[in-house]
């Protein structure tokens, strides 16, 4: 390799006068290999791994024999870099030696060796003026000196460093190159991230600000722009892409930034002059930036030229990027440059003369062309091959530096088809899966690289960060999933599962969000892999604590279900990836029935106390339950209320049928939440029967009738979609909403069915989950067309000749109501009208009847005073207290049992072949008739039986005929004569059905 070098005071740094531009060969027999000048200092690694260096002014031509030779025992040089008194050298062993200043007076230089740097090799080094980094083959990357402007990435209250720091918070980011300016740093990542962070006064960190950073910021300019390389002056900052463009900013007094222009730059600006060229190759001086063009030979210099720097020949400043290629020519320099350098006020390029010289794939690295220790095909196959007695201690060493480090796997497995990982955002992770699992298929006949990876992947977990800066820290919490697939032993898979648990859980808030939105945006089959590993593993962590109910053991298991119901939430929001069932364990469900069933049994619920604390703790993660589940857990939670009961509490409320509604008014207003504990006894004036559930169901379905109906009006009925809602605040000024809100609680508690005509949005305000454009489209389906329609027209000029603004009208009594301050005179268009619809839907469902609603919200949680509810979603949660109108007649049929009759009895067969012929609602009336409530229990058809019974009578000399059917509410009976013939049967059963409600024939 030759070298050819220009700049500061005529090159006689480098021992060049104006006439000898180029030396050719340092010696003879020893060839460069890299150079590292600042200052005046050169230091120059030779090929055969010796380095020398030069003092400040002193002539190489007429003191060569006075250069400094650089001893490091045992050690091969493999870079330098240097600072404005400080030289790093970098060994090919992965050691950093440094020293302070060059010695006067002896021959040879001893740098020290850096103590907190030997736990991995160091593969890249840089320095700035007075501070250094240091990037480790595991990722990590350490810090050290001068800390004035925050270029150490820490606060600034510590002012300088003596030893290496390592820099947390770029924890997990697989970095492919690092650099120094004068008091900044900047680190990119193998998918282009770029980070800047230290002394800002010109821009030079990118960020849009002149404020100094104490820690690393992402160039969010530059994201997806695939930046590949980077250099850094003293005040300026260059970036280089895969697609050959160049990116400069910060400090461009003497044009260093290449815009034809000396002012500087906050953000990263495209250096359009050298657009189309595919630049290779970029370095920057001080105060100047090279630029080098491959395929043409060509480089291109810009910036500071007064120490004649830009090498042509001039001793003045240049703003845009220009050729030097015809003074290089009359240097005899030949177009094959294999690295240039740009250091101080000097410029320098490392050529051959050999016409088949190729570029060094690790050009766009830094001197070294090292990275991470990251995975590929040739290392794993290198790993399986290489004998297991040869090579042991280092194939288990490179394992574990790869497998132990976050920044590592990170790196691994990238989408490179089409560059896809260069996109990695918050919804795009850039991993090749199925590179994952061909490195699966490669090793899992390997028991010693299982073993070794089992290890490094309990240790990296371990370590991981609880704040990753960005997406690319992220990816390991999907690809650890995957590689769980190596293992076999349970064992193996719980522990690192858990490990794998402790650490999402750990995130905080918005990388958790993060790391969902990832999750979310793989494909379904890899979603559904980790949901079924979540699922496996709560399933056996659940039977391990049914056996041994210790700490340890419960803690285990609420932290894998928090992962599933934080899979679940994410299944939900993305409207159902997969089904709901696959997050279900319905161990769980079968043991609340065994639970619940010895204690109705033995009546002892203390013996059983432990088991039942833990069953009623998983109501944090109802993802587990199916709704037979839920219901299970819902009643036993019921039924522990009950146990604490206080003793002679009664609940009993008679009413009257033709003052239903007033009667439980009265009764709810003198009662105490402690009655409601108790289950709920009523009573019809003038009406024989006990109630076993029957006549709770039935006043339930009156009272909510009466409750509901317009003449009351104490809710607003939208005819379009016959559903109700909440007058606006202030229309009512009484306790009717509190006390709706407590017969609605109380047909939960009870586990009856009361028909509201409520839309689903209120079931998701007292779950906390706020309602949305979806819930106005239900209320009212007219307003939610027009919504919709605004948000989904083209033209400016529609929207605008709806003459829209921020206001609303109260059909109440016909004021306007504003939806924004100033809303009157706000008009919609087409850049707010998202606002708008936002403001509307939040009005009708929150703002305008905030207070109407606080007072139901409080009643139900009185009527309803057991928290249970809460495990249900908000269909569910409809559905349980609406009840299912999802009538299947042919099901009821199937359903029905016999007792004095059997299927082919004659009377069985005409009652069928009546009921069938009845209309839709007559149909309805005999469920009303038999149950008290014209719709099914949540469950549906499926689940609910009844029961046909000879019925007796207490006078044998009457004919059968002359009797009515009749039915016990509480347990679903129905008493049928042995009717002579069908149309007896007909007759006395649409009688029945017609007039129950009126003679209490139910």
Not at 494 to 517: C, E, G, P, Y
Request: proline share 4%.
């Amino acid at each position: 390799m030759n070298c050819c070098c220009w700049g500061e005071s005529d090159c006689a740094d480098f021992g060049l006068t104006v006439k000898d531009q180029c030396f050719p060969l340092l010696y003879k027999k020893d060839t460069i290999y890299e150079i590292s000048f600042q200052n005046g200092n050169l230091v120059i690694v030779l090929r055969n791994g010796k380095a020398i260096t030069f003092e400040e002014q002193e002539s190489l031509a007429q003191q060569r024999h006075k250069a400094k030779v650089v001893a490091v025992k045992d050690e091969t040089i493999y870079t330098a870099v240097s600072g404005e008194s400080h030289v790093l050298f970098l060994t090919r062993a992965g050691k950093v030696y440094e020293f302070m200043r060059f010695p006067k007076k002896s021959k040879t230089v001893c740098p020290r060796l850096i103590p907190n740097l030997q736990a991995a090799p160091i593969i890249q080094i840089a320095c700035g003026r007075h501070h250094s980094l240091a990037l480790s083959q595991d990722g990590k990357l350490f810090s050290w000196g001068s800390n004035t402007f925050g270029q150490l990435g820490i606060t600034k209250e510590t002012a300088s460093l003596s030893s290496p720091h390592h820099l947390v918070s770029l924890e997990g980011i697989p970095l492919a190159q690092i650099s120094a300016g004068g008091a900044h740093s900047v680190a990119v990542s193998l998918s282009g991230t770029v980070f800047t962070w230290g002394r800002n006064n010109a821009g030079q960190l990118g960020l849009g600000s002149t404020e100094d950073e104490c820690s690393p910021n992402i160039v969010k300019s530059l994201e997806s722009k695939k930046t590949i390389f980077v250099s850094c002056g003293e005040e300026h900052t260059a970036i280089l892409t895969k697609d050959g463009m160049v990116f400069t900013f910060g400090a461009g007094g003497y044009g260093q930034l290449g815009h034809n222009s000396s002012r500087n730059e906050l953000k990263p600006r495209l250096v359009a002059e050298l657009l189309g060229v595919q630049v290779s190759q970029i370095a920057c001086g001080w105060y100047h930036t090279i630029a080098y063009v491959c395929t043409t030979g060509n480089l291109y210099m810009f910036g500071c030229g007064l120490q004649g720097q830009l090498g042509n020949r001039k001793r003045c400043n240049q703003l845009v990027p220009l050729t030097t290629k015809k003074y290089i020519r009359f240097c005899k320099v030949p177009n094959l440059i294999k690295r240039i350098h740009a250091g101080g006020n000097q410029s320098m390029i490392i050529y051959s003369e050999v016409e088949n010289c190729s570029i060094s794939e690790g050009q766009f690295a830094n001197s070294t062309g090292k990275r991470i220790a990251i995975l590929n095909d040739t290392t794993v196959q290198k790993w399986i091959t290489s004998p297991c007695d040869k090579k042991k201690n280092k194939r288990k060493r490179e394992i574990d530096i790869t497998f132990s480090s976050a920044s590592c796997l990170n790196g691994s497995f990238l989408e490179t088809s089409n560059d896809q990982h260069f996109k990695t955002s918050p919804v795009e992770l850039g991993v090749d899966m199925s590179a994952v699992n061909r490195f699966i298929g490669k090793v899992k006949q390997c028991p010693y690289i299982l073993n070794q990876v089992k290890k490094s992947v309990k240790k990296m977990l371990e370590s991981l960060t609880d704040s990753p800066i960005c997406a690319e820290a992220l990816r390991v919490y999907l690809i650890v999933p995957e590689l769980l697939r190596l293992l076999n032993e349970e064992y193996d898979i719980s522990l690192l599962t858990d490990l794998l648990s402790n650490a999402i859980l750990q995130l905080k808030k918005d990388k958790r969000k993060m790391f969902v939105s990832l999750l979310i945006a793989f494909p379904t089959s890899y979603f559904m892999m980790f949901v079924n590993l979540y699922q496996r593993v709560s399933k056996q962590c659940f039977e391990k604590t049914v056996d041994e109910c210790s700490e340890n053991n419960v803690n285990q298991l609420k932290m894998t279900l928090q992962i599933l119901q934080i899979l679940y939430q994410a299944n939900l929001d993305a409207g159902l990836k997969i089904q709901e069932q696959n997050f279900y364990v319905p161990e769980v469900t079968l043991a609340f029935k065994d639970l619940r069933d010895r204690c109705l049994q033995l009546r002892n619920w203390e013996e059983f106390k432990n088991p039942m604390l833990l069953l009623l703790s998983l109501k944090d993660f109802p993802c587990i339950f199916d709704m037979e589940g839920k219901l299970e857990m819902f009643e036993l939670g019921n039924a522990i209320a009950l146990q604490k009961m206080i003793p002679g509490m009664d609940n009993s409320l008679p009413v009257r049928r033709e003052n239903i509604l007033q009667d439980a008014f009265h009764f709810l207003r003198r009662s105490s939440p402690n009655n409601f504990q108790a289950p709920l006894q009523v009573s019809f004036s003038r009406e024989q029967g006990i109630d076993q559930g029957g006549l709770s169901q039935e006043f339930f379905t009156l009272v909510t009738k009466e409750l509901c109906a317009p003449e009351a009006n104490i809710f607003k009925h939208y005819e379009d979609s016959r559903l109700i809602w909440f007058h606006e605040d202030g229309y009512r000024t009484g306790d009717e909403y509190h006390l709706a809100g407590e017969i609605c609680g109380l047909a939960l508690y009870n586990r009856c069915v009361a028909d509201f005509h409520f839309p689903l949005a209120l079931y998701k305000k007292l779950l906390n989950i706020r309602p949305a454009l979806e819930d106005m489209h239900e209320l009212s389906p007219t307003e939610g067309r027009c919504l919709q329609g605004l948000l989904d027209e083209e033209y400016d000029e529609v929207i605008d000749g709806m003459m829209l603004d921020f206001t609303k009208l109260n059909t109440n009594d016909g004021s306007v109501a504003e939806l924004i301050p100033d809303g009157e005179a706000t008009p919609v268009t087409r850049h707010n009208r998202k606002q708008y619809v936002d403001a509307y839907v939040d009005y009708v469902f929150n703002s305008s009847v905030k207070k109407n609603f606080e007072d139901f919200a409080n009643g139900f949680k009185k009527g309803c005073s057991a928290d249970m509810w809460t495990i249900f979603v908000p269909v569910e949660l409809m559905a349980v207290i609406h009840g299912n109108t999802a009538y299947d007649w042919e099901q009821l049929e199937k359903n029905v049992k016999y007792r004095g009759y059997d299927v082919s009895s004659e009377v069985i067969k005409n009652f069928w072949t009546v009921f069938h012929d009845l209309s839709e609602e007559m149909k309805k009336r005999f469920l009303a008739f038999l149950t008290g409530s014209d719709r099914i229990p949540v469950g549906g058809m499926e689940k609910f039986t009844f029961t046909i019974c000879y019925k007796e009578h207490l006078d044998p000399d009457l004919h059968p005929d002359f009797f009515y059917p009749s039915a016990n509410t509480c347990t679903h009976i129905l008493s049928l004569p042995c009717y002579s013939s069908i149309e007896a049967l007909r007759i006395r059963l649409q009688h029945a059905l017609q007039f129950f409600e009126e003679f209490g024939l139910a």
